[in-house]
């Protein structure tokens, strides 16, 4: 494959001053349950192909999915190329590739019948509907894909990548007598392994004990508290609120931007390091190359309280004068890369959950997101659970909160990192590319001065 795409770029490389090739083979698996009923069963194999080529700075993007039609394609890329290139093509260097990444399997999902698959998940989805009579509906799913994607480019880079992904997908939704409805949920996720999801039934159960307990929460009192974000809510702050901002497409026409992340300065306490690291084994974000042929690295976005770095694919990194990073993802070879995070995370500091609460004589203990949005340096999220702390232990739990703020200022605001860590699996969206694997992560984060909305 990779030989036949070579061969197809060679004929064309001379006509523009980029082009690239990306066929990615695929097979998945997609078992859903909805309340007591199986749902959905889904087995799908592809093949689907994309070509990028760029010529004087002018970018275009064409699709296929058939080896048949391949020289038709680069030929439709090429000359649309040509209608939009007006300026200069400004790439970062990037010495040239030759590699086969496989995958280490475990258990392959691909040797499990598709009747055990749908069995385990039933009786996980059996699980939460037992678990207690105020559960109303349940949502569980099951998915395993695995792929093969094959890149070459102009420049002499030819990569294939396998990659496999298994994911269980676990919600309960729970009513009181009130009327009061509280969803749960929690997931699970492999790179390799299927038996990643085989007796996890407490973990499972978890989802509809989540929805349980908060029945009983009363809306929280609006106002501005003292908070101690969990490590999963501190994960996604880290991923939506600052990480999005440190996606250079974003940064480098954009003059406000620019200001507010030039490299060199003291955005937040001393304290703080953010990291995104695409080297983490076994992570959604994990990968050895991304989507540009460029190798994925280990970077800190801040350093000490200082902004180090941001994230780049090799347009944004040659015309800002900066290095690649790593960063350009696609969510499949029918889409073009753009830039996107690995694995972000806050990194541990040296605080116990005891000590984050001790002195606390009033303020709010949140877990989990629920939903949220961010625009620029503006953010509001949602918990999925709430507690009060009082008088340095957590208390009653609470529902309805939501934290708003800006990024900037929160991250002064910080008073304590936990010396503990947690990574999660998350879905990322961006340029209508929704759903692409990553993972979030950080420990509990103390932050004073939040802005907490109730009902």
């Known amino acids: 494959m990779q030989e036949q795409l070579a061969e197809a770029i060679a004929s064309f490389s001379d006509r523009v001053d980029y ?26 194999f592809s093949l689907a192909g994309g070509i990028r080529a760029c010529h004087k700075g002018g970018w275009s993007f064409v699709t296929f999915n058939g080896l048949a039609e391949l020289k038709n394609r680069i030929e439709e890329a090429i000359s649309q190329a040509h209608l939009v290139g007006t300026e200069t093509t400004e790439l970062a260097a990037v010495a040239a590739i030759k590699d086969y990444v496989a995958v280490e399997f475990g258990r392959d999902p691909r040797t499990v019948s598709l009747e055990e698959k749908r069995s385990l998940m039933q009786n996980y989805n059996q699980l939460l509907l037992d678990f207690d009579p105020r559960i109303q509906t349940t949502m569980t799913g099951y998915s395993d894909r695995f792929g093969i994607t094959y890149f070459v480019n102009s420049q002499g880079t030819s990569i ?43 973990q499972v159960k978890s989802a509809a004990l989540r929805a349980v307990k908060q029945l009983e929460a009363k809306p929280v009192k609006g ?57 983490l084994p076994g992570l959604p974000g994990t990968l ?17 309280g200082i902004l180090t770095t941001r994230m780049h694919n090799r347009e944004t990194a040659g015309k800002m004068g900066e ?27 040296e605080h116990s959950l005891e000590e984050m609460l001790a002195d606390i004589e009033e303020g709010v203990y949140a877990v989990r997101m629920l939903g949220g949005q961010t625009n620029g340096e503006m953010f509001t999220f949602a918990a999925a659970e709430g507690y009060m702390i009082r008088n340095g232990r957590l208390a009653e739990p609470v529902s309805d909160v939501t934290l708003t703020g800006n990024v900037f200022q929160t991250l002064k605001d910080i008073e304590a990192i936990g010396n503990d860590s947690v990574y999660a699996y998350g879905g990322c969206g961006k340029g209508g590319q929704g759903g692409l694997p990553v993972s979030v992560g950080g420990p509990h984060l103390r932050i004073k001065n939040v802005v907490v909305g109730g009902r």
């Open 19 to 44: 082009l690239e090739i990306r066929t990615e083979q695929s097979e998945s698996t997609a078992i859903s349950f909805r309340g007591p009923q199986l749902d959905g069963v889904n087995r799908s």
């Open 160 to 202: 294939a990548q396998e990659r496999l992904d298994v994911t269980g997908r676990f919600g309960a939704i729970a009513r009181g007598e009130d009327g009061v409805v509280r969803q749960g949920f929690e997931s699970i996720h492999s790179r390799s392994d299927y038996n990643i999801l085989v007796n996890v039934e407490e």
């Open 223 to 279: 106002g501005q508290y003292t908070v101690i974000l969990d490590p999963y809510l501190s994960g996604v702050f880290i991923h939506e609120a600052f990480g999005h901002l440190s996606e250079a497409d974003g940064i480098y026409e954009n003059p406000r931007m620019q200001e507010l992340l030039t490299l060199g300065k003291p955005l937040a306490i001393e304290q703080l390091n953010v990291v995104d690291d695409a080297t």
């Open 288 to 304: 050895k190359y991304d989507d540009e042929g460029v190798p994925a690295q280990c970077k800190y976005l801040i350093k000490d």
């Open 323 to 349: 290095v690649p990073t790593g960063n350009a993802r696609a969510l499949s070879a029918g889409y073009p890369p753009i830039v996107r995070m690995t694995n972000t995370a806050i990194a541990s500091g």
